[in-house]
């Protein structure tokens, strides 16, 4: 019973989107939106196919996820550790979280300049951009988490007799897992956003690399589409994160409700 409510409930979520499609199309065809400035989605769904037909969706959209994938991991794997540090030490803290802080507010299209004189024009820069976006939402939620921890929990680990890193282990990590998935999900989003970015700037393929093709011959069609894909790419990364969640805090779902 649990599972078909969860199957209707996500049901429910595309309502909202299925019906903006249908009003975009009745103003399309209606003749409210011109063509020329908004397309309509069956005439984007016909474009979609031309490019899967000839191939060149399906060869960008791979180096898209390619560029992003790595990013984002790196992000993880490097926003796990500093949090971890920064956490857990009062040391760490203070040597790694100030120059993070500073780092974190500098524009990031103000940085796409300096990686293409540093790095060229390869791979490297878009995939710097990307774990560059997604590293402080992993990091500060899994900062918060940490020393967020209730001082009950570390003092029962401390009569239990847990050592440092059975704490850490067994009480800090755990308590702290729902900020880090928090702060997952935020930096895939982020993720995207500066995949988009990264790959308008002296990129030669990727999605961001056809719609600027696409700009050059006014072809809002296929602008739409890569826009579309970016958004369900985004979509789907989300869902993902919260399947996992509702397996890694399966004690958490036990004990209340879950949205």
């Given at each position: 019973?649990?599972?078909?409510?969860?199957?209707?409930?996500?049901?429910?979520?595309?309502?909202?989107?299925?019906?903006?499609?249908?009003?975009?199309?009745?103003?399309?065809?209606?003749?409210?939106?011109?063509?020329?400035?908004?397309?309509?989605?069956?005439?984007l769904?016909?474009?979609?196919?031309?490019?899967?037909?000839?191939?060149?969706?399906?060869?960008?959209?791979?180096?898209?996820?390619?560029?992003?994938?790595?990013?984002?991991a790196l992000a993880l794997v490097i926003?796990?550790?500093?949090?971890?540090?920064?956490?857990?030490?009062?040391?760490?803290?203070?040597?790694?979280?100030?120059?993070?802080?500073?780092?974190?507010?500098?524009?990031?299209?103000?940085?796409?300049?300096?990686?293409?004189?540093?790095?060229?024009?390869?791979?490297e820069p878009k995939i710097l951009l990307v774990l560059l976006g997604a590293l402080f939402p992993i990091y500060l939620n899994l900062h918060k988490g940490i020393r967020n921890i209730d001082p009950k929990l570390l003092e029962m680990a401390r009569t239990l007799g847990l050592s440092r890193v059975q704490t850490i282990m067994d009480v800090i990590l755990p308590g702290a897992l729902p900020d880090l998935l928090l702060g997952v999900r935020y930096a895939l989003g982020v993720a995207w956003l500066m995949l988009v970015v990264a790959e308008q700037v002296n990129a030669e393929s990727g999605i961001g690399h056809m719609m600027m093709d696409a700009e050059d011959f006014l072809r809002t069609d296929i602008i739409l589409v890569g826009l579309i894909v970016y958004g369900l790419l985004g979509l789907i990364s989300d869902r993902l994160v919260r399947a996992g969640e509702r397996w890694l805090l399966v004690w958490q779902m036990q004990g209340g409700t879950r949205v």
């Open positions: 019973m649990r599972q078909l409510r969860f199957v209707g409930r996500e049901s429910r979520r595309f309502l909202s989107p299925l019906l903006l499609v249908a009003i975009w199309q009745i103003a399309s065809v209606s003749g409210l939106v011109s063509a020329r400035i908004l397309p309509s989605p069956v005439q769904a016909h474009t979609a196919w031309g490019l899967i037909k000839d191939g060149s969706l399906p060869t960008n959209l791979l180096v898209s996820l390619e560029r992003a994938s790595l990013g984002f926003g796990v550790t500093l949090a971890l540090i920064s956490g857990l030490s009062r040391l760490g803290e203070d040597i790694i979280d100030a120059p993070l802080q500073i780092l974190r507010t500098l524009p990031a299209l103000a940085l796409a300049p300096l990686f293409i004189l540093w790095f060229g024009i390869g791979e």
